[in-house]
């Protein structure tokens, strides 16, 4: 429970740092539309099967295979960049490296602090709150 917990804290900064980001970045005319409406689907997949399928992907086999090989910070950090730069790419477009890039370095370090479902459960967080406000109407 303790690391779920901890899990929510992460996304609850990983979605802080996100929204800020894209009001930057839409303030500055670089991205031109916010999200469209949420259906039903959508939430089963932002909040569970996404955050299960991306946090074994970027997070989990990186930063293992990383700590198999090597005991090296600088190297583990270098993996933890990488790795949240290709996690931004593969939401979209070119910005979306600057949005979850950084939430990928946050859920990097819950993974490293709490394991993997703890990562999860910040990645299932940050995306909860992000569909709440979009369906909100914000």
């Given at each position: ?11 609850l ?15 500055f005319?670089v991205?031109h539309e916010?999200?469209p409406d949420?259906?039903?689907l959508h ?6 099967i ?13 930063i293992k295979?990383t ?6 910070k600088s190297i583990l ?6 790795s ?7 939401h979209?477009s070119w ?12 859920l990097?370090?819950?993974?490293l602090?709490?394991?993997?479902f703890t ?5 299932a967080?940050?995306?909860?709150i992000t569909l709440l406000?979009i369906?909100?109407?914000?």
């Amino acid at each position: 429970m303790r690391l779920i917990t901890r899990g929510l804290g992460y996304g609850l900064c990983s979605f802080s740092v996100s929204v800020a980001i894209t009001l930057i970045l839409y303030k500055f005319s670089v991205i031109h539309e916010l999200p469209p409406d949420i259906r039903p689907l959508h939430i089963l997949y932002a909040v569970i099967i996404a955050p299960l399928f991306e946090e074994f992907i970027f997070r989990f086999i990186p930063i293992k295979l990383t700590e198999i090989f090597t005991k090296r910070k600088s190297i583990l950090w270098s993996v933890v960049v990488l790795s949240s730069i290709l996690f931004g790419v593969a939401h979209g477009s070119w910005y979306n490296i600057f949005i979850q890039g950084p939430s990928g370095i946050i859920l990097s370090v819950a993974f490293l602090r709490g394991g993997y479902f703890t990562s999860v459960a910040a990645h299932a967080t940050h995306n909860g709150i992000t569909l709440l406000i979009i369906n909100l109407g914000f």
